[in-house]
């Protein structure tokens, strides 16, 4: 493996552990908002408050900016799953190009 090599993989590691952390807070996001939604959780205490509020200062943002590109289907927002599948293909690339570069590199 050559000198590129040594500097881009840790690299490459780092960022697929954050899009991996990535992933599980859209996906816990997700599943509190179905479970808020079916009144499966409710959300009245101050620890409870104060977790869907980091919650939604990380995915909103995002969400906002996959909103203005797609709109939503049937009035349902699609904007998580537009989400959780570009997650999923950043992540699986930032693999095969890791494994590439410990291929030819």
Known sequence: MGIIGLFVLPLLDILGVVIDLYFKVVAVDVILYWMLKYKLLTVHNKYSEKFMSILKSLTE?????????????????????????????????ITRLSQWIEQYM
């Open 61 to 93: 943002p995002v969400y906002t900016k996959i909103r203005q590109k797609v709109p939503p289907v049937s009035g349902y927002d699609v904007a998580p799953y537009v989400l959780l599948l570009a997650i999923l293909f950043v992540g699986s690339f």
